[in-house]
């Protein structure tokens, strides 16, 4: 697959994650993983230099779950006629 064909496929896609999310919808590929928003709550960090106390405030950050399927591929690696690895 092309650099230019690959683009025109996963612009879209990556497009509609990505709205899909900011509307605070989880977006689920079965076996690959989970996208989804994630709010955290205001807290106090600190300064490591001056130990002084810093607030931080709210926010919402994209979140990714890897899948089973993702995660045993990763933990395995390649299996098989695919693994293109030196011996």
Do not use: C, Y
Not at 36 to 52: M, S
Request: glycine fraction near 10%.
């Amino acid at each position: 697959v092309s650099e230019r064909m690959a683009t025109a496929i996963l612009r879209p896609f990556l497009s509609t994650v990505q709205d899909a999310i900011v509307r605070g919808e989880k977006v689920s590929l079965v076996g690959f993983g989970l996208f989804e928003a994630l709010d955290t709550k205001p807290r106090q960090g600190r300064n490591v230099v001056t130990g002084e106390v810093i607030p931080i405030a709210a926010s919402r950050r994209p979140k990714f779950t890897a899948g089973a399927t993702l995660k045993v591929a990763v933990r395995d690696g390649l299996q098989g006629e695919h693994d293109d690895r030196p011996a």
